[in-house]
Nanobody
Framework: QVQLVESGGGLVEPGGSLRLSCSVS????????IGWFRQAPGKEREGVSC????????YYVDSVQGRFTISRDNAKNTVYLQMNSLKPEDTATYYC???????????????????????WGQGTQVTVSS
């Protein structure tokens, strides 16, 4: 069965860094995209970043461009999200999700809230506070 498990969240001060991991099973990263999404209390879920399959295309939402980096290690069945220069507004529960490669796009990240992604992990909490 398809499973995704996030890890690496925690409490950091503004300007700090975290690396999130998304460990997947039941499918291969060669054929699916992985997206990172986040949801803060009282707010809708929003896209953060995604990485596609064979072509390796990546996308970031404007608010994290230049600060976050998504990558994958197919041999380890793991996708990473390196988060630098963290801000209080980055505080949220972060989820990774599996979708078809065509749905890794700037529009999905900005407007769809991840509706096109089919399987989701349980999430990992990121808190940025002084």
């Amino acid at each position: 069965q398809v499973q995704l498990v996030e890890s690496g969240g925690g409490l950091v001060e503004p300007g700090g860094s975290l690396r999130l991991s998304c460990s997947v099973s039941g499918f291969t990263l060669d054929y699916f995209a992985i997206g990172w999404f986040r949801q803060a209390p009282g707010k809708e879920r929003e896209g953060v970043s995604c990485i596609s399959s064979s072509d390796g295309k990546i996308y970031y939402v404007d608010s994290v461009q230049g600060r976050f980096t998504i990558s994958r290690d197919n041999a380890k069945n793991t996708v990473y999200l390196q988060m630098n220069s963290l801000k209080p507004e980055d505080t949220a529960t972060y989820y990774c999700a599996q979708g078809l490669p065509q749905f890794c796009s700037s529009w999905v990240l900005s407007d769809s809230h991840g509706a096109e992604f089919d399987y989701w992990g349980q999430g990992t909490q990121v808190t940025v506070s002084s």
